[in-house]
């Protein structure tokens, strides 16, 4: 198992540009997130999705979209970045919820500049 | 919502033990998870702790739990150079989204 991929590893963006960030992952897991992570801070959960076609907003969603059309994608849209979303980007997937399940497998992360 | 909470920053010499303190706020919490993050990689889990228990030990890790002060340690015994990291405490959230709460992260440097 390859466990959780994304592309790209590095990304520079002009403001007002558009990327979608990817992640798959072939655990054949339910829930998949999408975290941000700035300098020596924490995650913030940015959305989240328990199953295909259904997806949530966490903590920090405005400017981004996402989608959940397979169980295996889960890809992060951003519209019109700012330097605001300047960040290290992860995406992570777990089985199911409650338990040991709530155990969350991180991708390698995906780090955007915006200048 | 759940608050977590964690120090910033923890120096120790190679060979020494490191404790990583963690506070958390919502006593629904079922499980407690430690992360590692190494410079430039992502998360590894590193272990967890369901709530009805005070300890678990796994080889030079050993969580401890105090589930009425809502008080979570990690332990590294004889801690190497290998073990400078950031280290994650996360509580689950007790809803049925599978979310977790992370704190800030603890930086761990271990000197030789």
């Known amino acids: 198992n390859a466990g959780v991929t994304q592309t790209p590893k590095f990304r520079i963006l002009k403001i007002g540009q558009s990327m979608t960030l990817q992640c798959t992952q072939d655990m054949n897991h339910n829930y998949m997130y999408w975290y941000r992570q700035d300098p020596g801070m924490g995650l913030k959960l940015i959305y989240y999705?328990?199953?295909?076609?259904?997806?949530d907003k966490g903590e920090v969603p405005n400017g981004y979209n996402v989608s959940r059309s397979t169980t295996e994608d889960f890809p992060l849209r951003l519209e019109l970045a700012a330097p605001s979303q300047t960040s290290v980007y992860f995406c992570?997937?777990?089985?199911?919820?409650?338990?040991?399940?709530?155990?969350?497998?991180f991708g390698p992360g995906t780090r955007l500049t915006v200048l | 919502g759940e608050d977590v909470e964690q120090s910033l920053f923890l120096s120790v010499r190679e060979g020494d033990s490191s404790v990583i303190n963690c506070t958390y706020t919502d006593s629904s919490s079922t499980y407690l998870y430690w992360y590692k993050q190494e410079p430039g990689a992502g998360l590894q889990l590193l272990t967890y702790i369901f709530s009805n228990m005070d300890m678990k030990q796994d080889q030079r890790l050993t969580v401890l739990l105090n589930k009425k002060d809502k008080h979570l340690s990690l332990r590294i015994a004889d801690t190497q150079t290998g073990d400078s990291a950031i280290y994650f405490c996360a509580a689950a959230d007790g809803g049925n989204t599978g979310k977790l709460i992370f704190g800030q992260g603890t930086t761990l440097q271990v000197k030789p």
């Open positions: 992570a997937s777990s089985y199911s919820k409650g338990g040991a399940g709530d155990t969350q497998y």
């Open positions: 999705s328990v199953g295909a076609g259904i997806t």
